[in-house]
C-alpha cells in the first residue's frame, strides 16, 4: 500500500511539518515495494526453488524497514524534538509509527527493544525474555543477535491469527462434523474448507515448516507459546475431517518441530490421545489407517500417508518413545498397510509410491540405527528386537524388503535407465541398508535369545542370504546375494548401493563356519562383469576417490560427497578381501574370484597373460608401488588404501594360502615389488614419539559433520608408519623362507645387506654388492636398520585418566561404553564414537534441565576420551604387529643356520644380540600373553640356532662358555615378574635352558639315544640323572692343564653370571613347580635338576641356597603329597596322568639326591 493511499483512507489533511518527513518516509515505502516486487534473477537457486523461502526473506526485510521507519518518526519528536505532537499522533494513527513498542521505548531500559514479545515473560516455559534482551557481555564470545524473529511473528506474520484459525477449524470440526450419505454406504464427501481458505492454510503452514527446519528458536516458540498450541491444534486437526493435503501438511509442520526431543515427547502424548492410528473395540480401523482405506484409496494421492511417514521417520529416531504397546499400531501401520500393501494398490504418481516405501523403510531404520541387541530387550520383546525378528525370519516384512530387491535388480538387468526413477533408486537403497542392520546385528540377538532362552526362532544369515525365492524372473538370480552382486556393476552412479552391498558381504565374510563357497556360487554368473566393476573400483590414478589415513569408516552416507564414499567402498573391498583370504585361504573364495584366478587351480593361474586387460590385483600393486617409490607417500588422496592393500598382499603371500609360491614368484619377476618397499622411503625412516598430552579438537567432534576424525595427525601417522613397517617385514620373511627353502642365494643376501646396513643410509640401492658385508668382523648395533625396528616397537604412553563426569551415572556409563566397543580389521579394539556420540545425544536430548550445557561439556570430554584411546590403541596395537613382523624375519634367520653368505662368526653376532635386545625387551615392555608366547617361541629357534652353531664349529669348553651367557639371559627372562602367569612363554623359555645345558651334555656322552620330542624331553633328563659321565682320558698332559684352564674360566663365569640369580631362580622355580599346572611342573622341575647338577659342579651357590631357605623342604612335602595321591586315590586316575605324576616324583627325588649328595661331597 503506497503512502498516498494510507493517507486518502485516513481521511484527514496531515498537520504542519509534514512536508519535512514526507520524502523520507516515501524512500521507507519504496523499499518496501521493492523488497515485494524483487526479482529472482541472479538469485542462488534455493532462493528461487520454494517460494516460502521468498515470503520469509520479505517478511525479514519488511519488518526491518517498519522498525527503521517507526525509529525515525520516534527520534524526530522525542531526541531531535523537530516535528509537532500533533503531527506524531497522525503519524500512529496512519499506522506508521508502532504505539506500543514506541512507548516502551521512552522507558529506561527499553531503548532498543525489538518487540512487545520479547518481554512477556508468559509466553514462555521458565518465564524468561527473548534472547534479544540478553546483554552483549552474557552472550557467547561471537554471537550477534541483529534483528529478532519474534519482532517478525509479531509485526508482519501475526502467527497469533494463524494458529488461532487452526483451532477455530479444530472446534468447528469436532462440533459440526457431517458426513453425507452415499450409494452403497460408503463415506461420502465431508464437510470442507473453501478452496482460497486452504489454499491460505496451506502457505502459512510451509512458511512455518521452513522456519522451523532454519532456526532452532523459532521451534521453540511454535512448540512454547501457550497462547498458539500449535501442537495441540495439529494433532487435533489430523483427526478430524479435513482435507487431506492439509493433513500431509500439518505432518510435515510437526516433524519439522519433532527435531527438539521436548517437542516429539509432546507430539507423542497428542497421537496417542488423539488416536491417531488406533482401532475401536469392534476392530473398526480409525484415524489415518481409515484415511487411507477409505479416502486416499480411492483419490489414488497419499499426501497424508507421505506426511505422516515423515513425522514418524523424525519421531522414531527420538530417544524419547513410547512404550511397546503403545507404539505397535503405528509399526504395524508402517509394516502392514505401507510396505505390504504398496504393489497392491493404484497411484497417479508412481514416484509417490517409491517415495511411500523409501520414507516407511526409513522410519524402521531409524530405530535400530542405535539400537544395541541385549538379554533385557530380547526378554522385554521391545518393539525393535519385533522389527529384526521379522527382518530375520520368513515374514511378510522380509518378503516385501526382498522384492524391493528384487525389482530394482531386474530393472539393472533390463539395462533400463535407472537414473529415471530417483524415487526408486532411494528406496532400494533404503531396503538395502535395512537388510544390512537386521544381518549386522542378528549375532548379537542369537547370543541374546539363547541367554533368555527364549521361543524366538531367526534365521542364518546363509539361509537368508542363499535360499531360494519367486521374485527374479532371471532363474541364475535365485537368492538375495545374487541380487546384490547386481548393485555392485553399477558403481558409478549406484554407489550408496554399492557401499552397503559391501557391508553384507562383509557380515557374510566373516560368518563361520565358512560362506565363500556360497558367495563364489552367486556371483559367478555375471563373474566376468564383477571382476571388470572391481578392476575399474581400484584404479588408483582416478581422480574422483578421496580417502586419507585420517578418515574414519563410514555409517551414515546421506550427505558424504561422492568422492569420500567411493574411496570407501574401495576401502571396504579390500577389507572383503582380506577377510575372504582369512577364513579361506585355500579353496575358491571372493578374493580369488573378483581377481580372475582359475577357481579350478588356483596355484597353476596365470596372471599377465598378453592382451589380457588389468585385474584388480594389477591395480592393487600398482596403489602399493606408488607407497614403495614415493617420497611422500601420504601426501596422495588415496593413502588411506595402502594399509589394507599391503594386507591383502600378505595374505596372498601367505604359506597357508594356495596362492602363496604364485604370488611370490609374479612378485619377484614383473615388480621386485617386495625389495623396492624394502627400499622405500617409509619402511627406512624413523619417526618420532607422537605427543601424549595434546588434547583433542573440539573441531573434530561436531555432531553435523558426517564423520569423525582422529584425534591428531601424529597419532595416526605414526601408527600407519609401524603398521606398514610391519607388513613389509612380513612379507621380507616371507620371501627369505621361500628362497632359503629353493636354494637361491642372491636375493637373500640382498635383503640381509638392506636390514644390517646403517639406519642413517640415504640411498640402499648404492650398498655395494660385495659378499664383503657379513664378514667375520661384528656389526655395530647401534646404526643397524633391523635393531632400530625392534625398538621402534615400543612406545610408552602414559594411562589416559578418565573424563571428570559428575552429571553421568559411573555405572551406566560403563555399560554404555561397553556397547561402543568394537574389534577392527586388525583385532584390536575400538570405541565406536559415531555410535556413542548418537547414543550420547539421544540421551541428552531427553533431558530438561537448566544445566544441560555442562552435560554436554561432560559429553564432550567423553568423546574425547574415547577418540584419544582410540588412537592410543592403535598405536599400540600397531607396535605389536611391528614386532611380530620383526619376530618373523628373526624366526627365518634362526631355522635357516648356517647362511653360506654370512660369516659364521657374523652369524652368530646377529642371533646373540637378538637375544640380547628381546631380552631388553620383555624386560620394558609388559605383552599380552600371546605376544610373549610369540617371542618366546623366537627365543626357542634362537636358542637352538646358537647351541648349534657353537657346538658344530667351536670346541667343546668353548662353546660352553659361549653358551653360558646365552643360559643367564635365558634365566633373566623366565625369573620376569611380569610373565609369571604366561605359560606358553615359561614353557618355552624352560625348553630353551634344557636344550642350552642339555646340547654340551650329550656331546660328552657316549651313547648316542635319539633325541625325544619337547613334551618327553624331562622324561629323558630323568633317566640320565643316576649316569656318570664319560670323561676321555686326555692323550697328553698338555690337554689336562688345558681342561683345568678352561674348567676355571668357565667357574669364574658360572658364579659371575649365575649366582647373582640365585634367589629369583630359586623363587621362580620353587613357584612354578609347586603352583603351577602339572606341564609347566614337568619343564621347571626338569629344568632345575639340570641346572642344579650344573651347579653342584661349580660351588653349589644355588644349592646351599635352595637348602637354607626351606624351598627343598617345600618340594619333599609336595613329592609326598603326590606319592600319598597314587597310593590312596581319592577318584580313578587316568594312566596319562599318572604317568606324569610318576615323572614329577622322580624329579623330586632327582633334587632331592643332588642336594644330599651335595651336603655328602661338603
Known sequence: MSLATKLRRLRKKPPEGWDLIEPTLEEFEAKMREAETEPHEGKRRTETVWPVFRVYYFLIVCSKIHHQRSRYIFNLFYKEEKISKELYQFCIDAKLVDALLAAKWKKQGFENLCCLRCIQTKDTTFGTNCICRVPKSKLDSGRVIEFCLINICVLMSDWDHFFASLRKYLDYFRSNVQVIPSINGLLGELQSISDGELAGLLSWTKLAIAIALKDPESRRQFREDRSWNAIESSVGLLASPV??????????????????????????NCLLCEGICAKQVNGKAVGIQQDLDSRESNMKIYDYSQGFLTLMKELLSDKARPSTPQIAPFIHFIVNSILCQFSTRSYNNISQMWTLVKLALDSLYQPLKTFFVTAVTVDNKVFEVQILCQLLSDSPLSRVLLQIIAEGGSQLQDDKLFSHFPAREDATCSAIRLLYIAISSRSALSDAIRAVNCDILIASVESILFSPFPYSQNRLDNNYMSLLFHYINEIDSLVRHAFFVWLIIKEATAQRPSLQQHIVQALLPRRQKLIICAAALSIFSLED???????LALIDVDEVPYGRLKGEVCRLMFEVFNDSMHCDPC????????????????????????GQRSTCLHNLLDIVLQLADSSAPFSTQFSGLYEPALRLILRLCSLGSSSSTLILRFLRSHYDLIYRLAQSSIFKNSYTQPNTTDSTSNEYLETDSFYLKKENDEYALATIQRSIKSIILELIALDLSSLLRSGLIEHPHRYLRLLFSSSTDQDFSQISQSTNLFSCSNIDGQNVLFWSLLESSRVFVGDLSPPDCNKFDPNKMEELLSLCIRKNSCNIEQFDVVYLQLLLNSEINCIMNTEIGVIREEARSILNFCVKKNALNLLEGSCTHLLEGWLSVMNVLSVHVPLPFIHITTHKHILVDALFLLRDYCRSVEMSSELAASVAMCFSRIVSAICNLFTKYEDIQKAKGSILPVLHLLLQCIVLSGYSKSFTFKKELYTCCLRNIQRLELKNVTTTSPLKSDNLLSMLLFNKLGQEENIITDATNDQTVNMMQHHRIISDLWIQLIEPLKCQIIQTFTSDIIFGPISLKMLSAATFVDLLREDSKFYGRIIKEFIFDGSLQCVNDLSRRYEDSLKNPVKEIESEEERRINSLINAFQSIDTICESFCFLM
Do not use: Q, R
Open 587 to 610: 579353496s575358491p573364495n571372493v578374493t580369488y574370484a573378483l581377481m580372475n584366478f582359475d577357481l579350478m587351480n588356483i596355484s597353476a593361474t596365470i596372471l599377465d597373460l598378453p
Open 545 to 551: 576417490i578421496f580417502i586419507g589415513i585420517n578418515d
Open 243 to 268: 482435507p487431506l493435503v492439509l493433513k500431509g501438511c500439518l505432518c510435515n509442520f510437526l516433524a519439522a518441530l519433532a527435531i527438539d526431543e521436548m517437542a516429539a515427547v509432546c507430539i507423542w
